[in-house]
């Protein structure tokens, strides 16, 4: 059972390919190379077990998971390029070089195919029935995405959340379709979500006229968005969206009208 991301072969194989690399090819690299090849290689090679690392910690977000793997892949291939041109131009150690090149090929094939299982995987669990199904299509789970809160101005927040609660601060990030721009800071499974109106026209500047700063609305994860808010509708519960539009992160999201749920704006957030 895979417990911990030292459990990948990939990041075993790719962090003590990035010793290698480290002891064995930098320092017999000419001194003309060091803000170029030397610089790149040791770059490269040491990014991709700390995005396998990253992107492991991230298996419950699809998008962030896929964009960590994507971002190795793309390392693998550079490093690559780089013991290629070790290998070629300055005739260090050819033979540990193509075997490198020979791992980091094969690292590359099985990151991807690491990030198409669980894609696979992710989707075969929207699909599952509970326990104690009682013959609906939808599996009815949720669990916490993120609470968000509406703030005049982002960058004079980040003191709060960043620099004094010493959340990390995964992104910030536009996003046009709600007149928003949105940091995201991690905090365990969850996010907070700190919005600024972009537009004075935004949902979020006119919550700040007549409320001030504050809480906007929690927002809960679900499994099949559609069929959620099909269920919500004919239970009665009224609905700001009733087809699923863009969020953050590449997520499908859907607001609940507050005042079927006492007062509390709900979104509802398939990642």
């Not at 291939?77 to 005739?91: N, P």
């Given at each position: 059972m895979i417990k911990s991301f030292r459990d990948l072969e990939v990041y075993?194989?790719?962090?003590?390919?990035?010793?290698?690399?480290?002891t064995h090819l930098l320092p017999k690299l000419p001194e003309a190379e060091r803000y170029d090849l030397y610089s790149q290689l040791n770059r490269a090679a040491k990014a991709i077990p700390r995005l396998i690392a990253e992107g492991f910690a991230k298996k419950h977000q699809k998008a962030g998971f896929q964009k960590y793997l994507d971002d190795a892949v793309a390392e693998c291939?550079?490093?690559?390029?780089?013991?290629?041109?070790?290998?070629?131009?300055?005739?260090v150690e050819p033979?540990?070089?193509?075997?490198?090149?020979?791992?980091?090929?094969?690292?590359?094939?099985?990151?991807?195919?690491?990030a198409a299982a669980w894609n696979s995987f992710k989707?075969?669990?929207?699909?599952?029935?509970?326990?104690?199904?009682?013959?609906?299509?939808?599996?009815?789970?949720?669990?916490?995405?993120?609470?968000?809160?509406?703030?005049?101005?982002?960058?004079?927040?980040?003191?709060l959340w960043q620099d004094i609660f010493g959340f990390k601060l995964i992104e910030?990030?536009?996003?046009?379709?709600?007149?928003?721009?949105?940091?995201m800071f991690e905090i365990g499974d969850m996010h907070i979500e700190l919005l600024e109106p972009l537009?004075?026209?935004?949902?979020?500047?006119?919550?700040?006229?007549k409320r001030g700063e504050g809480l906007h609305h929690i927002a809960f994860k679900v499994d099949d968005i559609e069929a959620t808010l099909e269920h919500l509708k004919k239970t009665g519960i009224k609905l700001i969206d009733e087809k699923p539009r863009k969020g953050a992160m590449d997520s499908r999201i859907a607001f609940i009208h507050p005042s079927s749920t006492g007062g509390v704006l709900i979104e509802l957030c398939e990642e």
């Open positions: 075993q194989n790719t962090y003590k390919a990035s010793i290698t690399i480290t291939y550079e490093t690559i390029v780089s013991l290629e041109h070790v290998k070629d131009i300055y005739r033979e540990l070089c193509q075997n490198l090149v020979d791992l980091y090929d094969k690292t590359a094939r099985q990151i991807y195919n690491l989707n075969e669990r929207r699909k599952t029935k509970t326990y104690n199904d009682t013959g609906s299509e939808t599996v009815k789970r949720t669990t916490m995405s993120h609470i968000a809160i509406a703030v005049k101005n982002i960058s004079e927040s980040l003191k910030v990030i536009d996003v046009p379709d709600q007149k928003v721009k949105v940091a537009s004075p026209e935004s949902t979020v500047a006119k919550f700040i006229e």
